[in-house]
């Protein structure tokens, strides 16, 4: 029985490639004044190939935190400070374009009505996470919203998990995580939660199956598994 739902955010509630493609594209170009060329070798360094608009499966943008980002980035871009990189990235992260995985209103609402608390734990800031919730009208469902710099730490760790767990007031046993990337599920699985992974993202059944109590092709098919979960613990 599940009580409780953790979601991701990017690839998770909103279609990685629609969104981070684009943000990729206008961060690298306005990073280096307008110059492709310059923009193009920007991008190898975190795993995006600007002329095809597509990310690498290892890219440090999929799964990592803007700090990591801004690590991976701050060696090529001597000019300017972490801090101002920083500021960069987020202002752009909170601009680029959101394309919601599934229709998230009628969907939060259904869980909702089901009695589940809903949560969002993103490695992305916690300042961009709301904007984009709140782009999308949702924010109100959540009764948790954390970003890796919201004080518990960032996924793989469990701690913004547990963190969830305990501010909703759910066991882990009885809450599920739901994402995109194998972070989300090896910190599900350290939570001692149930993990769900989703199709939205860059990484394939493959990858995630292991990890995963089931692979879903997105969130819009989670209320029909909670429903074949419940029926089978009632056999």
């Known amino acids: 029985m599940i009580d409780a739902i953790l979601f991701d955010k990017d690839g998770t509630l909103f279609d990685f490639a629609a969104t981070w493609e684009a ?7 306005r ?14 360094v975190i795993g995006f190939d600007l002329g ?19 690590e991976a980035l701050s060696p090529h871009m001597p000019g300017m400070g972490a801090t101002e990189l920083l500021r960069m990235l987020n202002e752009e992260a909170e601009a680029a374009p959101q394309a919601q995985a599934v229709p998230l209103a009628p969907l939060l609402d259904g869980l909702r009505a089901r009695g ?5 734990m993103t490695n992305d800031t916690e300042a961009v996470a709301r904007a984009h919730l709140g782009e999308a009208g949702v924010t109100d469902r959540f009764a948790f919203i954390a970003g890796f710099d919201s004080g518990h730490g960032a996924k793989p760790s469990p701690a913004p998990l547990l963190a969830f767990c305990a501010a909703v007031g759910v066991a ?6 739901v994402g995109d990337s194998t972070h989300d599920l090896l910190a599900g699985r350290a939570a001692g939660m149930r993990t769900v992974g989703v199709l939205t993202g860059l990484a394939g059944p493959d990858v995630l199956a292991p990890h995963a109590d089931a692979i879903l092709p997105d969130i819009g098919h989670i209320p029909d598994w909670l429903t074949r979960n419940q029926e089978n613990a009632h056999v």
């Open 23 to 29: 943000w990729a594209e206008a961060f690298l170009l």
């Open 31 to 44: 990073a280096m004044q307008g110059d492709r060329a310059r923009a193009e070798a920007l991008g190898r």
């Open 52 to 70: 095809a608009r597509r990310f690498a499966r290892d890219s440090v943008v999929i799964a990592g935190t803007p700090g990591q980002i801004v």
């Open 116 to 120: 589940l608390s809903l949560g969002v």
């Open 172 to 177: 882990p046993s009885r809450a599920l995580m």
